[in-house]
């Protein structure tokens, strides 16, 4: 069983559109983060949600809107997809404080 | 968290020992050591953390000096699959940061034959 599932794994989209990335963990952790990696490679933190209320929102565009229904999903949702929007999008999970850290697979969004 | 620094790239021959250098001039007490490692396109990996001990998994050792300033990951007989970005993180376990990992340029690792 994958630790912490995001779907889709690729996105191809085009500017304007509206997209969303889901994220599963079953590490029943408590704490759940959105990272974005841009094309040098950098990693950033997003969001964090700590059993399903949110803790870090950095500076991110309001056009994007994370969502947690439960401790174990943290969804993403991109509003009006810019061509600046194209990164791997990393969701990760740990145990509060940040133990067990565990990333996902990241998922390819590409804006064209 | 403190700030860290590490070198952009290095290469290491197969089977022999890869030793990853980290400055973190400005950490504080509370703050712990983490190294994680990110192979090409894949979610970055736990590697090792520590505080102020030398600490060994069946991954890695990390060796923290006794100043705490600075350290070193250790892969005790590199393979090819250690190719890799390693990250050198300082951060605080204690929860201030919420879990939040501050993500530099790492160091590029390549194993060669």
């Known amino acids: 069983d994958t630790a912490v599932s995001q779907t889709p794994k690729y996105l191809v989209t085009q500017m304007g559109n509206d997209k969303s990335i889901k994220c599963e963990q079953n590490?029943?952790?408590?704490?759940m983060y959105w990272y974005k990696q841009d094309s040098k490679k950098f990693l950033k933190i997003m969001f964090s949600y700590n059993n399903k209320e949110l803790i870090i929102n950095e500076t991110v565009p309001n056009r994007f809107s994370p969502k947690s229904p439960d401790k174990a999903h943290l969804n993403l949702h991109i509003n009006s997809l810019e061509l600046g929007d194209s990164a791997v999008y990393f969701c990760a999970s740990s145990q509060p404080g940040g133990y067990g850290y565990t990333f996902g697979s990241g998922t390819r969004l590409t804006v064209v | 968290d403190a700030k860290t620094t590490q070198p952009p790239s290095m290469d290491c021959a197969e089977g022999r020992a890869a030793n990853l250098p980290c400055n973190h001039s400005?950490?504080?007490?509370?703050?712990?050591v983490y190294w994680y490692r990110q192979i090409h396109s894949q979610g970055p990996q736990y590697i090792i953390h520590?505080?102020?001990n030398n600490e060994t998994n069946e991954m890695a050792s990390l060796i923290i000096t006794e100043d705490r300033k600075s350290s070193t990951l250790i892969l005790p007989h590199a393979t090819l699959r250690d190719t890799a970005v390693y990250y050198c993180?300082?951060?605080?376990?204690?929860?201030?940061?919420?879990?939040?990992?501050?993500f530099g340029q790492g160091t590029i690792l390549t194993v060669h034959p």
């Open positions: 590490l029943g952790h408590d704490t």
């Open positions: 993180i300082v951060r605080d376990a204690g929860g201030t940061s919420y879990g939040k990992l501050t």
């Open positions: 520590g505080l102020k």
């Open positions: 400005t950490i504080s007490g509370n703050e712990y």
